[in-house]
Structure formats: C-alpha cells, structure tokens
C-alpha cells in the first residue's frame, strides 16, 4: 500500500528495531521494480554491516544485471572485499591493502590542494567542491580500513591492527570509528597498552558527553573504567559510574521508557568478569548480582549470557578445589539464583 521511497525509507529507519522487516522490506522492493536506485546497495550494504556477508553475495549474484546500473566502481570493490573477506581472508587482505593505499594517495593529494586553494582564493566555492570530493572518498577509504583491520583482528593480530591504524593516522584522526577502534586494540593487548587505549577512550568520551554521558556505548565506557582500574585510577572510574547512575536516575525520574539505557548495568558486568578473569570470584560475582537489580528490567539474554560465563568459571573453580568461597558469597550467590 506504501509507494516505494516511503516503504524503502521505512525500511531503513526501522532496521535496529525490526531488522528481519528492513530486509523483507528492501528485497520486496528489488523484486518489485520500479524502486529507488540506492535500494540495492542499501540491501547489500545492510547484510554486510550485520555480517550477512553470504546472503549479499548471494542477493549479488541473482541480480547481476543491476550491478553496473546501481552500483558505483567504489562501492562494488568495497562490496566484494567485504564479502570476500568472510570466506578468503588473504585475498581480502591484499584486496583492502591495494585499494586502501589508492585512497590514501588520492585523499593526501585533495587534502594539499585544499590547503593551498584556501592559502591562494578567497573564494571558497573551490575549497567546498574539494572537501566534497575528499569526504565522498573517505566514505569508502574508512570502511575498507576497518575491513583490513577485522581481517587481522579475527586472527588476533592486535599487533599488526596497531600498525596497521598508525600508518593510516594522518587521514584518520578526526574520524569516531577509528579513535574508537584505535583504543578498542590498545584495550585488548592489556598490560601497558591500557594507558594508550585511556587516551583514546577518554578524549572520545569527553567529545561526547557533553550532553549526556548515555550517549556513549556502555561498552566504551566499560573499557575506560576497567583501564582506569587496571592502571590504579579508581577514582576515576568510580567517578564515571556516580555520573552514569545520576544520568540513568534523571533519565528513570522523566518517565523516559521508551528509551531507558542499562550502561551502569553492562558496565559492572564487564568490571565483575574483569575480577572474575583475575581470580577475585567474590568480588566480581558480588558486584555482577547487584548489577542485575532490579532483576525483571535488567535481566535479558545478553546480560544473562555473561553472567553466567562468571557463574560457571566459579563453579569450575569450586569443582576442582581450586577455590574456597566465603559462605557470605555463597549465600548471596543462592539468593541471586532463586531471585531468577
């Protein structure tokens, strides 16, 4: 009953809440011509970003025909080394390295003409077409990076992810997903690196709290609190956690349910599987089981899922007798069950 922009449009706004309906949505309209030319990349680039990467390239291989129609030459290589990375990680890798280094050469070389046409013209209609070009180009250079990036990722090459994130700096200082990911592997090599992955998570942080803190994932703040504790800046995380408490708290108090947020929640999960992996179950368990309160709008699949990785650990402890657990902690640890 929907014309095809309205249905398409639809589609795509509502894909974190229904995302099986934006597929339907968008495959109905491809098989149901006319639509609106972005449909089919919007489809294929949809199944790549949720890690459907078989179902784009099957969607691709099905309408061939509308690849040169509906696809730039950019947007098809990132397509296909996003597919192929799912199922021949070497060739990708070189594939992404290839056009990567391309990208890196042209944006150096729009960002020293912008430099000059803004030192030499006081027109700056010259100045806007250049950061067009150069902010089109990066929409393609940022995502093969990152594919690169996963690529090592997966294999747990944090070291070469490293690398691979500095040689790239230049370009990609000013842009969110690499600050962030750019932390997210200082954070995984643990030890020293937590000082480096603070410095990218706290600038991220402050950049965009000042609003709401709850405008930040929880697992970004999580990360920086559980670097804090690592390098013996509690305070600072505790600080991060009063502020998370009071925002949810206001937030809980305007009746705002459409839109409640669990951060404080997530992130003493992940501060209690931290204690946990260290070898401190009573502290860790006891600070998962009070993130859990009020148990009926806290528990879900996804808390449960961790909760009870901690849960069995301790119980491998126990069952080995590599553990002796004060019976304060076993008590709690009853309560919480029967609470569930």
């Known amino acids: 009953e929907l014309d095809p922009v309205t249905l398409h449009n639809q589609g795509l706004i509502n894909i974190d809440l229904d995302i099986t309906g934006g597929f339907e949505k968008l495959k109905f309209l491809l098989g149901n011509p006319p639509f609106p030319p972005e449909t089919f990349g919007n489809l294929l680039l949809l199944y790549c970003k949720h890690g459907y990467h078989d179902l784009s390239a099957d969607i691709l291989a099905e309408n061939s025909h509308l690849t040169y129609e509906f696809l730039s ?57 250049s950061k067009v070009s150069f902010d089109k180009m990066m929409s393609f250079y940022t995502p093969l990076l990152m594919t690169q990036a996963y690529i090592h990722w997966e294999r747990e090459e944090y070291m070469m992810v490293e690398q691979l994130f500095r040689k790239h700096s230049d370009l990609c200082v000013d842009v969110d997903v690499w600050k962030l990911n750019v932390a997210h592997t200082f954070f995984v090599q643990q ?8 410095k990218y998570y706290d600038t991220f942080v402050k950049e965009k709290t000042s609003a709401n803190i709850l405008n930040v994932t929880p697992i ?70 009070k993130s859990l309160e009020p148990i009926e709008s806290k ?13 069995l650990a301790l119980a491998d402890q126990l069952a080995k007798q590599m553990l002796l657990l004060q019976q304060e902690s076993f008590s709690e640890i009853i309560l919480f069950l029967d609470d569930i």
């Open 73 to 129: 030459e950019d947007l098809y290589e990132y397509l296909d080394a996003s597919i192929m990375a799912s199922v021949s990680p070497d060739e990708a890798s070189i594939k992404c390295d290839t056009l990567t280094r391309k990208y890196a050469n042209e944006l150096r070389k729009l960002s020293k003409e912008m430099e000059s046409i803004n030192e030499k013209s006081r027109d700056d209609s010259f100045a806007k077409l």
């Open 191 to 198: 030890g020293s690196k937590f000082k480096d992955a603070i």
């Open 220 to 289: 970004v703040l999580a990360n920086l609190c559980v670097s804090y504790i690592m390098t013996n800046r509690n305070e600072e995380a505790e600080d991060i956690m009063k502020l998370i408490e009071k925002q949810e708290g206001s937030d809980s108090a305007m009746n705002n349910d459409k839109e409640q947020k669990h951060h404080s929640c997530i992130i003493n999960l992940v501060i209690g599987t931290l204690y946990c992996e260290k070898g401190n179950f009573e502290f860790g368990i006891s600070r998962i089981c």
């Open 299 to 311: 528990l879900g699949a996804d808390t449960w899922f961790y909760t009870k990785r901690c849960l």
